[in-house]
């Protein structure tokens, strides 16, 4: 989309095009995002356009699939209630969804134990049987294993010989444990810091459903460590109910993954590189210090 300026005038045009009845409401551009670009529509609702070229494929299927399982989940989250169709004036698909309240969690952690018992009610309501045609996504919902040839460049980012030792041990334990086998069931697929929002110190929503897909649960089971205070985790697995000892080690892998990826992106920024965020990079230590000190 880099042709394309993205800006309050090209939402209020869109909307007077395709949705005049929103286009009276207020718009506030929203800081962060990757994919797409937001903005605060009104009090209820957000606007988001894709600015990269593999946003339109990821917003279809949000736009397709989250309608439907909202209505089962025990958190807000940014469920689409208008879509926008590629015209002259933008050449993709775009959405009016929900509004979910909340700061994100690379920017006020999550720090109430009882967060532990809210994800893992939220994650057992998402974690149900997928459809034969629910998207598949194998680096986000697949096998560890699609992540074994990259796990030493991202382990190359900490600067700690103990911690990439730590890591890789977690990692390799992840990788050696049995692959899930059973049916696919929905996962979020992206759970991190910049994916969830907080509001007095809990969990507030869930936001980003770019890569829901059916996979293997255990990606969205990192968020014990990745996401909740330190020596939550238990209480989280005990509320969650249903991982057995594999998919606990699968989610350790996950989360050392996430973590590491969290750490880069941080990195990234601090070389003033494109693409970085400043606040990523802390997320993603603390991260690992959680799952490094529960192995």
């Not at 299927?61 to 879509?83: F, G, I, K, N």
């Not at 309501?125 to 560890?144: I, V």
Request: hydrophobic share 45%.
């Amino acid at each position: 989309m880099d042709d394309i300026k993205i800006d309050q005038e090209l939402v209020r045009s869109l909307l007077d095009d395709q949705h005049p009845d929103l286009a009276g409401l207020e718009i506030r551009e929203v800081d962060g995002g990757w994919d797409n670009m937001m903005w605060r529509l009104g009090d209820e609702l957000a606007v988001r356009l894709p600015r990269l070229t593999r946003a339109p494929a990821l917003m279809r299927s949000e736009q397709r699939w989250l309608p439907a399982l909202a209505p089962h989940l025990p958190l807000p989250v940014p469920t689409p209630v208008r879509v926008g169709e590629p015209s002259a004036l933008f050449p993709e698909t775009w959405t009016v969804t929900s509004w979910v309240a909340g700061v994100p969690a690379d920017q006020e952690p999550i720090s109430r134990p009882d967060a532990a018992d809210s994800l893992a009610k939220f994650l057992r309501a998402l974690h149900r049987a997928a459809p034969d045609e629910a998207p598949a996504n194998p680096t986000h919902g697949g096998a560890l294993q699609t992540h074994a040839n990259g796990i030493e460049g991202w382990l190359a980012v900490l600067a700690s010989d103990e911690h990439a030792t730590a890591a890789r041990r977690v990692w390799d334990d992840a990788v050696a444990a049995p692959e899930w086998d059973r049916a696919p069931s929905w996962i979020h697929g992206d759970l991190h810091p910049a994916n969830v929002v907080v509001a007095d110190g809990t969990l507030s929503g869930v936001i980003d459903f770019g890569e829901l897909c059916a996979g293997d649960p255990a990606a969205d089971l990192a968020a014990a460590w990745v996401l909740l205070p330190a020596g939550t985790a238990p209480r989280f697995l005990d509320a969650y109910g249903i991982a057995d000892d594999a998919m606990i080690r699968r989610a350790r892998g996950w989360a050392v993954l996430r973590a590491l990826v969290l750490i880069t992106i941080g990195q990234m920024w601090e070389q003033g590189l494109p693409g970085g965020k400043r606040t990523w990079g802390p997320a993603g230590r603390a991260a690992l210090e959680r799952v490094l000190s529960a192995a």
